[in-house]
Structure formats: C-alpha cells, structure tokens
C-alpha cells in the first residue's frame, strides 16, 4: 500500500479507489474512519461511488500507519495529515468525510483549511465544541488504564465486568462491541493514548466556526446510540448553512439497512452534488 511519509518520519498508509466511470467535474473523496478503526471502516461503507475517487488513509496509532505520539494525537494533528495527504496526491480541492472520529477531523480540515476543502461529509459524528460527555471520557480512560496495566485478554475481562461497560452493553451492543475492539484492535496498548487525548479534545471549539462553513455538507446520523447521539448529528445540521441531514436505522436496529443507506446517501451526495470549485 502506499504511504505518506510526514517530516517527522512518521508514516501513514492509505488507499485509493479509483472511479468507476471517472467524471471530469468530480472531485476527490478523502473518507477517514473512526476511533479505533482503520481504513477498512470507511472502504466498507462506500460500495457504489461511480464517479468520484475515493481515499481512506489510517490515522496515526491506527491500522498499517506508525504509533501514535503525544503531540500528534489531537484533531488539529489529524486534519493536518489529510490535508498533507491531498498535497501528496495533487488535490487542490477536495470532499473530506469521516465516521465519528473521522467526521471530526473533517470538520476540522474544513474550518482551518477552507481554501482547500469543497465538500463535507459528516457520518455519526460524536463530537460538539466540547470534550464528549463524562461518561464516555470515563469509559475510554479506564479503556486506557486497563490497557497499560494487563495483556489484552485480561484488560478485555476486567472491562466486560464493570458496571459502566455493562450499562452500555443495555444500551447499544454495537456501542458495546466498540468499546471491545478498542481494547483487542492491533496495537491497542501502545496508542492508548489515542483514548486519552481524543475524548477530551474538540475538533472546533464553537459554533459560530461551523456557522462560517460554505460548502455543501452532508450529515448521516441516527438514534440508539450513546456514543453518537443523534443530538449532535441534528446540532451540526442546524448549525452549518445549508447542510443536509440524513437519518439511517442504527446498526442495533438493522445493521444491513444502516449500511445500505450510509452507502446511498454518501455516494448519491458526492457523485451528484454541484462543487462550486468546478
């Protein structure tokens, strides 16, 4: 696969799938996935893009790309290597998406690189102007602990028995499922500061930032999840002038439709939207 090398040597594997049937006034699409994810999460959600090239590339601390480090683990950091990545590739302009942790790194890319970005795609985002809710901070803190303290078989055990992770499981066993792969993903206890940091951090620290977004804006949300209330998707929606909002079924409630209407309204929006940059 090929690598974006940043000048600190760090290296960051992404992928590219081209156009079906490549249209001259289609832009490239930068997808990121979620926390704890890699390029494989966004990929999977994008199965009928016809005219526009798609690009997914592992954050630091995830997938193939290199470990995670202090000063790097923070959305400015994150928006910053998609925007390195669209210079490698020769991308002017670009859409940039994401899921959850992805969407707020393109949300991110847009306020600080509105030149560059012609398009936003924001997929169950999970994150306002603010660090998330406490309990969610909580969650990825003893996520943390457990991994710095036991293998990972055994920091699987202590987590499935403590009482907030057993409230999550009541709630949402998607939401449950994530909090496992967390603590089971490669690598997981040598980037568990990526479960510090993120949490606690903001990918635009007020409204009045998404407000002064000009670009056509998707956002795909949905209900029954604690982690990506369906309040926030509705918050950003609201917020960013003319941005669309798409409700899907939540994987709980079924998992083949949220997929097959994630991929619809993603790629019907990216192969048909009008960019003003074209």
């Known amino acids: 696969m090929p ?60 997938g193939s790309s290199s470990d995670i480090v202090r000063d790097r683990c923070s959305f400015d950091a994150f928006a910053d290597d998609v925007v390195a990545l669209a210079d490698e590739l020769g991308f002017e302009k670009f859409i940039v998406g994401g899921i959850s942790l992805g969407a707020g790194t393109a949300l991110n890319a847009a306020v600080r690189y509105p030149g560059r970005v012609a398009g936003l795609v924001l997929c169950r985002p999970a994150w306002l102007e603010h660090a998330q809710a406490v309990r969610n901070v909580s969650a990825y803190q003893l996520m943390a602990d457990l991994l710095e303290g036991h293998e990972p078989d055994e920091a699987l ?56 977004i000009d670009v056509p804006t998707l956002v795909v949300g949905h209900r029954d999840d604690p982690f990506h209330p ?32 994630v991929d619809v309204a993603i790629s019907g929006f990216v192969d048909t939207t009008e960019w003003k940059s074209v």
């Open 157 to 212: 055990n202590q987590l499935t028995v403590t009482e907030l992770y057993k409230n999550v499981e009541a709630e949402s066993e998607s939401a449950a499922q994530s909090l496992r792969h967390q603590v089971t993903r490669p690598r997981a206890a040598i980037n568990a500061q990526v479960l510090r940091s993120f949490p606690t951090d903001a990918p635009s620290r007020s409204r009045d930032e998404w407000a002064r």
């Open 230 to 261: 369906w309040e926030i998707a509705t918050a950003y929606a609201d917020t960013i002038p003319g941005a669309l909002l798409v409700e899907v079924p939540s994987k709980d409630r079924d998992a083949a439709t949220f997929a097959a209407e």
């Open 3 to 62: 690598r974006l090398i940043r000048d600190d040597g760090a290296s960051l594997e992404y992928e590219i799938v081209p156009a079906v049937a490549p249209s001259a006034d289609r832009l490239p699409f930068i997808f990121q996935h979620g926390m704890g994810g890699d390029r494989n999460q966004p990929l999977g959600y994008i199965q009928h893009l016809e005219q526009s090239t798609l690009v997914c590339m592992d954050a630091g601390g995830h």
